[in-house]
């Protein structure tokens, strides 16, 4: 077997960024639209004509006496649009002007470091935006004045107070010369001292005067008209929501890129092997109606359908490793026979059970003999696939007490060359019956070309583990966009773990699949196109020409069809099988034909399934007969045959066969 490798993703290809694009095309989808609509609804739909505006800022200074430090800039910038200054401006502009509108066209900004204070007004009159700087400048300078003035004026008014005082008072004490003495001297020297002070202060602060404006004018207002330097989105409708819609269209892109990144589920080829470290041999596309077609074989209903061209396509891979595994054995070599194959999932929904179902009707299809045993002994439904019963079965065969012998069971399906050993009543506890399961599946492979087994979920139980022993192939199922990427790569190490003959990985569902496979949209290689709808209601004479025309095709190539078929399917026995030689094998493939036809009788019950293999083989309006593209051989479409009970009737697998092994299975147990 190949080993498991682990391929370290490499740089990312050109394409591969627009195939994540298309995976994730919602996302860029949808903030594409959001973009539109927000610069649909924002735009105002028409061009503004707006007058132009005009700004005019108004410089001043702190006084030189006063540190920036110990003069709080920023709680004087506030009282230029607050407080006073406002209501002070209006009463000058008057006309019952609005301190607060006229309020929201200034704007103070302090600057600490050089102790400045710009003072901007702006206006569509650049004269008035000139008055309004200025205006509310000054207004800044009387209100931080007027608290020194206010100073100034109480301590003038204070010293005259005291001095006038002191004056009346030495006048009431009337004339003193310097020969009085006494208390009348005493009080009367004081009140003089008194006085002289008082007047000296009063006459030092006249010299002083008022005291200097806190701030002074640097530079007076000018009228600037204000140009948009800046982005400005357009006014109309159109023109802003593609301008949103591209900026959307990048948000989009960048969403997809990391809604990829942080992806935990697989979701192409390229994220299935890097997470299992296998090749993916096979990629199912999604079904349409998958629910309506959840319960049905599509190699019987529908068998030209795209999902059952890539089940062929897994088939080919399974004959080829079979055949070289056999010829491996034949040189001498320590390869297996390849007739034993497992097919499993990390866990359950994954398209486990409807890939085993699949492969093996196909495998039949090219002629082999095949067993499905599902040894899913918790939710079997592979039974279901096939329409038949579930119980008796492996339970029942392999019950520790008064066990059915295998040759009681109807191992016998509507799908010509498979047989199903069902999983029978359900069990609490299988793990007893593990070990017997394996040894029946070593055994029947005399009798079969290939044993297909369904088992449990890879990570749910541990049952697919024990039946890996008796594999000669492994098969891993995951489903895109359900198998979490953490849960193949514990399946990946347990796999490796025991040593498991993996050949590869099975994507169910895949979506990138390439474009080649669309051109199954309607039927095989070259067929034509099917009438339309209109034809087949009116019969006309386009679709009755085209049935005619497949009906003398059908008629010419049918036969030989089936020849190459089964001759192919006879040189592919010898490599694969290891059953003994057959005289029988060596006629030729029409007489093998009539010879299961007259064993067969073909007059038994039949079930649905069955009958639509009989419609699709002798329905001569059907198209050209299909080819099997991976192996450049024609497929010839399955004959209806009875249901023999007990397995009889095909491939050798008669009641003597099944009476022998099931002789030598008891005593092996």
Same mark, same amino acid.
């Given at each position: 077997m190949p080993p498991l490798f682990a391929e370290q993703p490499g740089p990312v290809e050109p394409l591969e960024y627009?195939?994540?694009?298309?995976?994730?095309?919602?996302?860029?989808?949808?903030?594409?639209?959001?973009?539109?609509i927000a610069g649909w609804v924002s735009a105002p739909g028409h061009t503004s004509n707006a007058p132009p505006s005009y700004r005019a800022t108004h410089t001043l200074i702190l006084a030189s006496t006063i540190s920036t430090k110990a003069f709080n800039l920023e709680q004087a910038a506030l009282l230029v649009t607050t407080g006073a200054v406002p209501q002070a401006v209006a009463t000058k502009v008057g006309g019952q002007a609005d301190p607060i509108r006229l309020a929201k066209k200034v704007v103070a900004k302090p600057n600490a470091t050089l102790g400045t204070i710009d003072i901007t007004a702006t206006d569509t009159d650049p004269a008035f935006a000139v008055a309004l700087a200025d205006d509310f400048a000054q207004g800044l300078v009387d209100d931080q004045s007027a608290s020194g003035l206010q100073t100034y004026e109480a301590q003038h008014s204070q010293l005259q107070s005291q001095v006038a005082d002191l004056q009346a008072k030495i006048d009431a004490l009337g004339?003193?010369?310097?020969? &009085? &003495?006494?208390?009348?001297?005493?009080?009367?020297?004081?009140l003089s001292n008194q006085l002289s002070g008082a007047q000296g202060r009063l006459t030092q602060l006249e010299i002083t005067g008022p005291p200097a404006a806190t701030f002074s004018t640097l530079q007076s207002a000018r009228a600037i008209l204000v140009t948009n330097s800046g982005f400005k989105p357009p006014d109309s409708k159109p023109a802003r929501a593609a301008l949103l819609g591209i900026i959307g269209l990048l948000l989009g892109i960048g969403l997809a890129f990391a809604a990829e990144r942080l992806e935990t589920r697989l979701t192409t080829k390229s994220s299935a092997e890097t997470a299992f470290g296998l090749p993916v041999?096979? =990629?199912?596309?999604?079904?349409?109606?998958?629910?309506?077609?959840?319960? =049905? /074989?599509?190699?019987?209903?529908?068998?030209?359908?795209?999902?059952? =061209?890539?089940?062929?396509?897994?088939?080919?891979?399974? $004959? /080829?490793?079979?055949?070289?595994?056999?010829?491996?054995?034949?040189a001498g070599g320590e390869g297996r026979t390849g007739k034993v194959l497992v097919v499993v999932s990390p866990g359950a929904g994954e398209g486990k059970t409807t890939t085993a179902a699949h492969l093996a009707a196909l495998l039949a299809e090219a002629g082999n003999s095949v067993l499905v045993v599902s040894a899913d002994f918790r939710r079997p439904r592979i039974h279901e696939l096939f329409a038949v019963n579930s119980a008796p079965g492996?339970?029942?065969?392999?019950?520790?007490?008064?066990? /059915?012998? $295998?040759?009681?069971?109807?191992?016998?399906?509507?799908?010509?060359?498979?047989?199903? /050993?069902?999983?029978?009543?359900a069990v609490d506890n299988p793990a007893p019956l593990l070990g017997a399961t394996v040894e029946l599946m070593r055994g029947a492979r005399p009798l079969f070309d290939f044993i297909i087994v369904d088992t449990a979920p890879l990570l749910v139980a541990n049952d697919a583990s024990e039946l890996i022993r008796a594999a000669d192939m492994v098969l891993v199922v995951a489903r895109a966009r359900r198998t979490s990427i953490d849960s193949c790569e514990r399946s990946a190490e347990l796999l490796k773990r025991i040593d498991a003959p993996v050949i590869g990985a099975v994507l169910v569902g895949a979506s990138?699949?390439?474009?080649?496979?669309?051109?199954?949209?309607?039927r095989y290689y070259g067929a034509s196109s099917p009438p339309s709808l209109s034809q087949r209601l009116?019969?006309?004479?386009?679709?009755?020409?085209?049935?005619?025309?497949?009906?003398?095709?059908?008629?010419?190539?049918?036969?030989?069809?089936?020849?190459?078929?089964?001759?192919?399917?006879?040189?592919?026995?010898p490599a694969i099988a290891d059953a003994p030689f057959d005289a029988a094998a060596q006629e030729s493939p029409r007489q093998r034909r009539r010879q299961r036809d007259q064993k067969t009788g073909r007059n038994g019950r039949r079930s649905a399934i069955a009958d639509v293999h009989d419609h699709e083989a002798h329905d001569l309006s059907a198209p050209d007969q299909p080819h099997d593209a991976a192996n450049d051989l024609p497929i010839a479409e399955p004959a209806p045959v009875a249901s023999p009970t007990n397995g009889a009737g095909e491939h050798g697998v008669t009641d003597e066969s099944l009476s022998e092994f099931w002789q030598e299975f008891k005593e092996r147990r």
């Open positions: 627009l195939r994540i694009l298309r995976r994730r095309k919602l996302f860029v989808a949808l903030a594409v639209l959001v973009g539109v004339p003193v010369d310097t020969h &009085t &003495t006494g208390q009348a001297r005493t009080q009367f020297d004081a041999v096979a =990629e199912i596309p999604n079904l349409p109606n998958a629910k309506r077609h959840k319960d =049905e /074989l599509m190699t019987a209903t529908q068998p030209a359908a795209p999902f059952v =061209e890539s089940y062929r396509g897994l088939r080919t891979m399974v $004959l /080829l490793r079979a055949l070289d595994d056999a010829q491996t054995k034949a492996l339970s029942e065969v392999l019950a520790p007490r008064n066990p /059915l012998p $295998l040759r009681s069971l109807d191992l016998s399906t509507p799908v010509k060359g498979v047989k199903l /050993l069902a999983s029978g009543a990138d699949m390439p474009a080649a496979y669309r051109y199954y949209r309607y009116r019969g006309s004479p386009a679709s009755k020409g085209d049935n005619e025309a497949r009906r003398r095709v059908r008629g010419r190539d049918l036969e030989q069809a089936r020849d190459r078929d089964e001759n192919a399917a006879t040189l592919a026995e």
